[in-house]
């Protein structure tokens, strides 16, 4: 999964020169040890302005945390798990519709990511920042909110703009 998610951080920053420097990180939702609230219920992949925040507690763990960066955890099992069913035992088929999907995913979410600018503001109180953050995701994937948005919702014309201009 490391091989994977590395290739995806080479791709990342080769389609989205501004990363930089920037630390950038891709997770796996199947990663052990990950935070339930961090498992894509139901979604291939998310990002949000401090999901790095909440995920910092976890990456500090694994060794990888850089300081604060844009991050995107992506749900590969369950693309790989769909591209197999929809391949229907053709193999080939399945790792090329995983890889099409798989891209297709990442850079949807790197136009959310170039939408929203980098948040690299350094927190007074980190540890309570991760907790706070990830109690909201776990609001996110616990509860049913009343005024659930519309698919479209934060799909508008700088994120399609952003998306095409990725692609090129
Ligand atoms: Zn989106």
């Known amino acids: 999964m490391m091989k994977l998610l590395e290739a995806l951080e080479t791709l990342a920053r080769q389609v989205v020169p501004d990363i930089g420097n920037t630390p950038l990180y891709l997770v796996a939702a199947s990663e052990p040890g990950l935070p339930v609230e961090y498992r894509c219920y139901g979604c291939r992949a998310f990002t949000s302005t401090w999901l790095d925040v909440g995920l910092s507690a976890w990456l500090k763990d694994q060794g990888r945390w850089q300081g604060r960066g844009p991050a ?15 391949a229907d035992g053709d193999e080939d088929f399945a790792d090329m519709l995983f890889r099409d999907r798989l891209t297709a995913v990442l850079v949807h979410e790197l136009g959310h990511v170039v939408e929203a600018p980098f948040d690299l503001t350094a927190l007074e109180n980190f540890d309570q920042a991760t907790t706070e953050a990830t109690a909201v995701v776990h609001e996110w994937v616990t509860t049913d909110p009343p005024t659930r948005q519309a698919p479209w919702h934060g799909h508008g014309a700088d994120w399609l703009r952003l998306v095409i201009h990725t692609q090129h």
């Open 72 to 86: 995107i955890v992506v749900n590969a099992a369950a693309l790989r798990t769909e591209a197999a069913t929809d």
